[in-house]
Antibody
Framework: QVQLQESGPGLVKPSETLSLTCTVS?????????WGWIRQPPGKGLEWIGN???????YYNPSLKSRVTISVDTSKNQFSLGLTSVTAADTAVYYC?????????????WGQGTLVTVSS | QSALTQPRSVSGSPGQSVTISCTGT?????????VSWYQQHPGKAPKLIIY???RRPSGVPDRFSGSKSGNTASLTISGLQAEDEADYYC?????????FGGGTKLTVL
């Protein structure tokens, strides 16, 4: 059974960098699919952040592209999200997920999500 | 990039059918056969129920079906059940990225 688990700080200060890691179990990232991040502000809708392939090829939401980096570590079966210069607007539940495609989100397995609050 | 347009809420009685619309433009929904639908129960992660307009992942009941006409995609749920009460989100490929709808709350009366 494929499982994804997000980890990282639940509180980040404004202007700092948000860093999250997704650990995949039950499936090897090296075997294919794309791996990505989606977020959901409290009480609001979903927003695609970006995806990455095992090779490191990445795809980002243009509205976040200047602040986002997604990386992959196949040796650890993990991928990570970095979001710089955060503000209160970046407060959200962050999900990692497996996707069929790179820049179109068709995600069959999701992590449980982790709430990240941006506050001083 | 504007979000896709979904009705804020829809409702139906058990056993009935409901349809949720998702309207975009020729640059997203209308331009590609890449529309997905997600079901999200409160406090839970979204669940993929339709992708590529009308394909169902393994394990999703055939009560859920998707279609598209022009710039509008639709999700139809037939034989409504109490457990179908949830938020539903559409998303579409938009040329080089994914855009979501604002979500629709389905109430089973």
């Amino acid at each position: 059974q494929v499982q994804l688990q997000e980890s990282g700080p639940g509180l980040v200060k404004p202007s700092e960098t948000l860093s999250l890691t997704c650990t995949v179990s039950g499936y090897s990232i090296n075997d294919g699919y794309y791996w990505g991040w989606i977020r959901q502000p409290p009480g609001k809708g979903l927003e695609w952040i970006g995806n990455i392939y095992r090779s490191g090829s990445s795809y980002y939401n243009p509205s976040l592209k200047s602040r986002v980096t997604i990386s992959v570590d196949t040796s650890k079966n993990q991928f990570s999200l970095g979001l710089t210069s955060v503000t209160a607007a970046d407060t959200a539940v962050y999900y990692c997920a497996r996707s069929y495609y790179g820049d179109y989100l068709a995600s069959d397995y999701w992590g449980q999500g982790t709430l990240v609050t941006v506050s001083s | 990039q504007s979000a896709l347009t979904q009705p804020r809420s829809v409702s139906g009685s058990p056993g009935q059918s409901v349809t949720i619309s998702c309207t975009g433009t020729s640059s997203d929904v209308g331009g590609y056969d890449y529309v997905s639908w997600y079901q999200q129960h409160p406090g839970k992660a979204p669940k993929l129920i339709i992708y590529d307009v009308n394909r169902r992942p393994s394990g999703v009941p055939d009560r859920f079906s998707g279609s598209k006409s022009g710039n509008t995609a639709s999700l139809t749920i037939s034989g409504l059940q109490a457990e179908d009460e949830a938020d539903y989100y559409c998303c579409s490929y938009a040329g080089s990225y994914t855009i979501f709808g604002g979500g629709t709350k389905l109430t089973v009366l």
